[in-house]
């Protein structure tokens, strides 16, 4: 298996930056070993997974799941997280959000997860003329979020609050494309409700 660069004290540092966030978790340790893979490659597939931990991977799968740090490829409709299917079984691929390949990369040298600082590397990339505003921008949307959920219209109070008023349709495609936020279009009577958008928060980018 090629690219498997990172050396077993990247891997500790990897799996306490992870522990911070996901407690004390007996898989903890395999799932910094499949992250540090997906980080360099993209995606990792069933059976790699079972390569690199030498074991059933369906802990590790479930895990990286619920938390969003992998994403199955494999989608009914859109690229939503909510259309996306968890199947456990060779032949399958999980593809790891942006920040999240970030938050592992400086997590594999530092040992801390650290998205304020990797939502400003991220959004550098994106070339986004307001990057330095971003992390202020989501830590508000988490805090403003119910149940990791929150409305397109609470979005844009945020962003009129941030001074970044003239952007909200661009910042919210970038939250996306970041994987930060994703559509919850599946809930039409809560859209109705709220008269607005419903979007979904990555758990594992609490600030």
């Not at 996901?22 to 995606?43: D, E, P, R």
């Not at 609050?161 to 661009?170: A, H, I, K, M």
Request: proline letters at 5%; a negative charge; hydrophobic letters at 40%.
């Amino acid at each position: 298996m090629e690219n498997r660069q990172s050396s077993r004290p990247s891997f500790d540092r990897l799996e306490q930056a992870l522990s911070s966030i996901l407690g004390a978790v007996k898989s903890t340790s395999k799932l910094s070993q499949v992250l540090a893979y997906a980080a360099v490659n993209g995606t990792v597939s069933y059976q790699e997974t079972r390569e690199i931990i030498k074991d059933d991977p369906e802990d590790v799968l479930l895990l990286a799941d619920k938390w969003r740090l992998l994403l199955p490829v494999r989608t009914t409709k859109s690229a939503g997280w909510e259309d996306r299917v968890l199947m456990l079984r060779d032949g399958e691929k999980y593809e790891i959000p942006n920040l999240i390949r970030y938050l592992v990369k400086d997590a594999l040298d530092t040992g801390i997860w650290d998205p304020e600082k990797t939502i400003n590397e991220l959004f550098k990339e994106f070339e986004d003329p307001d990057r330095e505003k971003v992390p202020g921008l989501v830590r508000s949307i988490f805090e403003k979020a119910t149940d990791y959920k929150i409305t397109g219209n609470q979005i844009k109070k945020i962003c009129i609050q941030s001074g970044l008023s003239n952007r909200v349709d661009g910042l919210i495609a970038e939250l996306k494309a970041a994987g930060i936020i994703s559509p919850r279009l599946g809930s039409i009577p809560d859209v109705l409700g709220a008269q607005s958008p419903i979007y979904e928060l990555n758990p594992s980018v609490i600030i």
